[in-house]
């Protein structure tokens, strides 16, 4: 065997191929170190070609030159990764300064193989003026990517993880080298772009907070105001995914157009790239509190304006069979149950829309028709809990209705909400005229405050009977101030 190849080379190798191995888990440049591998792959190939037998062993020179040649090789791909991805990485360089350093050691590794191989050196450089004009009008393209390259780097205009727009095309930077820079398209596309391009052509950074406008036309006969109004409550009350609380949204009048209103709804986007994700929501949010406003949306030209009910075509519920299932208004007669039907206000809520908000005033209640929410309570420390589930024939909120409290927890649709609305209006004139209901409405509520403090505390039973009747009692002292009655009106 040769013994340039025998000397302390293949431990050398044997190093190096261990530092490769940790170092790929979070090597940010792993093509680096499947290059290394790759050097050592042929390194091997020479150890193998010096253990032929001796007609087909190559020149014993040539081989020992050429091993330390790929060792070093190996080594400085190693040696870029360690240095400048782990050891400089703090301090931030110019990714061309790698570039140039990976350059410069390739170069002068050859040059000293040529050397050591006995190739005349200096008549290479004795010919490199002619050489290089020649080199320099064949690749004219390539240096001028490479300036390009070296201009965005110490620029630092653009960085991994940006979302840039240039020409038609649009994408997050993958990564900058000296000449190209790659972007992951919208569709998951890879597209390479020359550097020289870039620094030539209008390129957008999308800033990480981006105002985007969404149109809205409504016709005359709908109040402006309440259309902004409706559209500003719906989008500030509850966020859809994607779109900042601050700036908060805005609903503006663009232009009073021949038949209809023009409006603009500015929100502002927070994950640049997936714009039409956020708009999406962002319409079924509009379409859905347009709708609960009366205000309905559709065409100019073949608007209907829409009645009272489901407006999916589907039967409504009998607002009368809503209200019979519940317990809090079992003692009512079907007269008082017609009675305060007739006062319900129909709504409706896109997944993922907040209902109501804890802390949130507001003395009412809501019966579900169909769809399911979910309860959700927000610990002082933060921290959210998710209580339950509410499903078809459940009802939510009668605490804030019966006692004007504020709202002890937050509703959120899972999925697309039918429900029915009641005001305290609604019940006011059936507890003045029977306020024995109040007690009954007490009890129900205790024992139902009593079976989620029992979920969210772990009480025992013993506990749980004397505080629900604590409660009741709490409850009808704060029914009866809240709806002015006494026991004996």
Not at 38 to 47: A, D, K, M, Q, R
Request: glycine residues 8%.
């Amino acid at each position: 065997m040769n013994s340039h190849v025998t000397q302390p080379l293949p431990w050398i190798a044997a190093g190096m191929f261990a530092l490769s191995v940790a170092l790929w888990p979070a090597a940010p440049e792993r093509s680096r170190v499947r290059t290394a591998w790759g050097f050592l792959i042929l390194y091997i190939v020479v150890v193998i070609c010096s253990a032929l037998p001796a007609g087909w062993v190559p020149v014993a020179r040539v081989t020992g030159e050429v091993s330390i040649a790929l060792i070093e090789l190996a080594g400085l791909q190693l040696a870029v990764v360690l240095v400048f991805d782990y050891l400089l990485r703090r301090v931030r360089l110019p990714k061309f300064i790698s570039e140039i350093v990976f350059v410069a050691g390739y170069i002068a590794i050859i040059f000293h193989l040529l050397f050591k191989l006995g190739v005349d050196v200096n008549g290479i450089f004795a010919t490199s003026a002619v050489a290089t004009a020649v080199v320099g009008l064949s690749l004219q393209d390539m240096l001028s990517n490479i300036a390009g390259g070296v201009a965005l780097e110490l620029e630092g205009g653009i960085q991994v993880g940006d979302f840039i727009r240039c020409g038609d095309l649009s994408g997050w930077v993958q990564h900058v080298r000296l000449r190209h820079t790659a972007i992951l398209t919208e569709n998951g596309d890879t597209v390479i772009l020359p550097n020289s391009h870039l620094t030539r052509s209008a390129v957008n950074i999308c800033a990480r907070l981006h105002r985007h406008s969404i149109p809205l036309q409504m016709p005359y006969q709908s109040n402006p105001q309440e259309v902004i109004d409706a559209v500003e409550f719906a989008l500030r009350k509850s966020l859809p995914p994607g779109v900042a609380p601050d700036p908060a949204p805005v609903c503006q009048i663009v232009k009073m157009a021949p038949g209809q209103i023009d409006y603009a709804v500015l929100v502002w986007l927070t994950e640049p790239g997936h714009a039409s994700k956020a708009i999406s929501a962002v319409n079924v949010r509009l379409y859905f509190a347009l709708r609960r406003a009366g205000l309905p949306v559709g065409e100019i030209t073949t608007l209907v304006q829409l009645k009272d009910g489901v407006a999916d075509g589907s039967e409504p519920l009998d607002p009368v069979d809503v209200l019979r299932r519940t317990p809090i208004l079992r003692l009512l007669a079907d007269s008082d149950l017609i009675e305060i039907g007739s006062r319900l206000q129909q709504l409706s809520f896109a997944p993922g829309e907040q209902i109501i908000r804890q802390g949130d005033e507001g003395p009412s209640m809501y019966f579900i028709v169909a769809g399911e929410v979910a309860i959700q309570y927000r610990a002082p420390d933060g921290a959210e809990r998710r209580i339950s589930v509410l499903e078809s024939g459940d009802f939510f909120g009668e605490a804030s209705l019966l006692t004007g409290e504020s709202r002890s927890a937050s509703a959120v649709a899972q999925t697309r909400v039918d429900c029915y609305q009641l005001h305290k209006h609604g019940l006011q004139g059936i507890l003045e005229r029977r306020p024995e209901l109040a007690e009954d409405m007490s009890v129900v509520m205790a024992h139902r405050q009593m079976e989620l403090a029992v979920i969210r505390e772990r009480l025992d039973q013993e506990t749980a009977r004397q505080r629900e009747a604590e409660n009741q009692t709490q409850l009808l002292a704060r029914i009866r101030r809240f709806f002015s009655i006494t026991a004996s009106s």
